[in-house]
């Protein structure tokens, strides 16, 4: 078996054709930065960032409208951190909270059943953002809210699923020679999940984990399926990820959710990318469809060329300068998924 060593010794020196690289998962963005992946590659291996950051990805009037709801009667917006300094139109909702808006910030949706049960005259809605990876955590929440009869509970969806964006890309022009597939998404919808897209586009698929080597030898592998024409999906994840998806998960999806064309920021409405309650739950629903808007706080942002790999995070001009993760002019500068974030973090 060929050992890390003799494999970065491949990365660093390879001298074949051009290969361009994507990962379309937020956690690899930031552990590829954090392990310092892209100075093991040689010139000839380009790794770029696709839209897999959720925060990145969600369009302004999500935003705007969380603002909105912060500040209606007897309603608390309920959310993760790091949403709270995503750039809206106009503002973040950190910054709605200090014009007086009502936002709470929790570590995981669960911990609305609390509040919402401890103060059943308020309506709590919380931001529901995520990929494949977090739906299945929102289905607990809706059983939850269920059985115990919180009909206080709300969610503000804005859930997007891979395929459409990768097929997106790819219709796009996007010049890619092959795909890091998500480890956390395919750990719910099996690895399977991406042979259509590999197929269609005669493009390959590695599944990759996170940590360094994990990471150097999906990408090593991946090398070798460009180089051989094996347009397949691999696994390279087989600890976590199986070939089929979880059956009882995808039960529990499709009671609750169905697919959606849904608004990508800085990319636009991507058919069925994305998934909203269904009209049965609609109690639940505190007003996720129709979220289309993408209007720039700054319009010097270049985050959805970046997130289409077209441009790389320094040739935006306010990379840096205005737009640092304490001040962020953009969405992918506010994540540690986002791709700005980690190239600012990686630069200093
Ligand atoms: Fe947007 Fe800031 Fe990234 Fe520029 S550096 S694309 S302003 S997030």
Known sequence: MTQIPELVDYLKNYDGPAIRLMEVCGSHTHAIA????????????ELLSGPGCPVCVTPTSY???????????????????????????????????????????????????????????????????????????????????????????????????????????????????????????????GSNYFNNLAAKYQIPFAVSGFGAKELIVAIYGLIQMVLAGDNSVKNFYTSVVEQENNPIIEGKLNKYFEKADVTWRG???????????RQEYKQFDAGSRGLDV????????RCGEILMAKVKPVECPLFGKICKPSSPQGACMVSEEGSCFNYYLSQN
Do not use: W
């Not at 954090?34 to 291996?45: A, F, Q």
């Not at 669960?110 to 401890?118: H, I």
């Open 63 to 189: 935003i705007d409208r969380l603002i909105e709801l912060s500040f209606q009667e007897n309603t608390t917006v309920v959310t993760f951190g790091d949403l709270l300094r995503v750039p809206g139109a106009k503002e973040s909702l950190n910054t709605a909270k200090g014009r007086g808006g009502s936002v709470e910030m929790v570590y995981s949706p669960m911990d609305v059943l609390k509040l919402a049960a401890d103060n059943k005259y308020r309506i709590y809605v919380f931001a529901a953002v995520g990929f494949e990876t977090t739906a299945p955590v929102y289905t607990l929440l809706l059983d939850q809210a269920i059985l115990q009869g919180l009909d206080n509970i709300k969610l503000l969806t804005a859930i997007k699923t891979m395929p459409g964006a990768i097929s997106y890309l790819c219709d796009n022009g996007a010049k890619i020679s092959g795909f890091i597939a998500p480890g956390h998404v395919s750990a719910v919808t």
């Open 267 to 277: 990319m636009g409405l991507i058919p069925e990318s994305g998934l909203l309650l």
């Open 294 to 301: 993408d209007n720039k706080m700054n319009n010097a942002c």
């Open 34 to 45: 954090k392990h310092g992946i892209r100075n093991l590659l040689s010139d000839k291996i």
